[in-house]
């Protein structure tokens, strides 16, 4: 009976991410590194180069996709065929689920224990009716909980492209991504790359890149594991305009280190 029930789970998440044709996730194992922020740009930034994307918020505890894209507000519903995501306009091309549209606030907590949370995961993986996809990006959280180790035995027997780290310079921050690193190896995750967000701060009035941190960590941290390093993202106060809307930084801002880091971003993943 249990080995019918996981061969129709497999069969379900096969069926409802039929029409996706790569899957990326963003991974870090530091909470706070700004892992939200990348999945969302990279997302938009896809969108910009004229795809058809879908972004899966799993972090249930620090649901922060909703709150970024300005989308707050909205309200998911269920089909016959199972979980509806929001479209961010008519056009459709770019999808997203969290679990934040299920809150009545944003400042409610999630209190829940393990199993629920499992049963959550696994709900947003095998019931999304995901129409045609590009891609798919899903957001994960921090860590190597139980949380990880659910999205890895559920995408087992799906085609996944790989994982974007996600770190900030400082020491405690790789620490950590180096478990992610390691995490990563065990379960046979693909690693696509290392990207290093806050790294520096951008004058508003001169624009010079001032490193308040460290330097350089993500790149050594790389080169330290043998995989790529697919650039660096500072802190820049014009990011905070993009905040509560569906725009891209390549639109927005594009003469921005930003800009540049997420374009040559796009160009590495994109095949």
């Known amino acids: 009976m249990c080995n019918k029930k996981i061969c129709n789970s497999k069969l379900q998440i096969l069926e409802m991410l039929d029409k ?9 194992g530091k909470g706070g ?8 740009q990279t997302a938009l930034a896809l969108r910009e180069n004229g795809l058809k994307v879908g ?3 799993i972090d249930l505890c620090g649901p922060s996709v909703p709150y970024l894209l300005g989308l707050e507000q909205c309200e ?7 979980w509806v995501p929001i479209y961010t306009d008519a056009s459709k091309t770019l999808a997203v689920m969290s679990i934040g549209f299920l809150l009545k606030n944003r400042n409610d907590p999630i209190i829940w224990r393990g199993p629920k949370k499992t049963m959550m995961i696994k709900t947003f993986l095998n019931d999304v009716k995901w129409d045609d996809l590009d891609y798919l990006i899903i957001d994960t959280p921090p860590g190597t909980s139980d949380e ?19 770190t900030t310079p400082q020491g405690v921050a790789l620490d950590d ?7 990563c190896k065990k379960t046979g995750i693909r690693i696509l790359g290392i990207l290093e967000n806050m790294s520096g701060f951008v004058c508003p009035s001169c624009s010079n890149c001032t490193n308040i941190f460290s330097s350089n960590g993500g ?8 995989v790529p390093h697919l650039g660096t993202v ?18 927005e801002v594009p003469e921005s280190n930003t800009a540049t880091t997420f374009k040559n971003l796009i160009q590495k993943i994109v095949v």
Request: proline letters at 3%.
């Open 148 to 166: 990880h180790i659910t999205v890895m035995e559920c995408m087992r027997d799906v085609r996944c492209d790989g994982a974007i780290i996600v």
């Open 55 to 57: 972004l899966l918020d």
């Open 20 to 28: 996706v044709k790569h899957i990326i996730l963003v991974l870090s």
């Open 33 to 40: 590194v700004g892992k939200s922020t990348v999945s969302t």
């Open 76 to 82: 998911i519903y269920q089909c016959e065929d199972g």
């Open 234 to 251: 500072p802190i820049d106060p014009r990011m905070g305009v993009l905040t509560g809307t569906t725009s891209s930084v390549l639109k």
């Open 219 to 226: 790149a050594e941290l790389a080169k330290l594991a043998g």
């Open 177 to 183: 991504v180096r478990k992610e690193l390691t995490f």
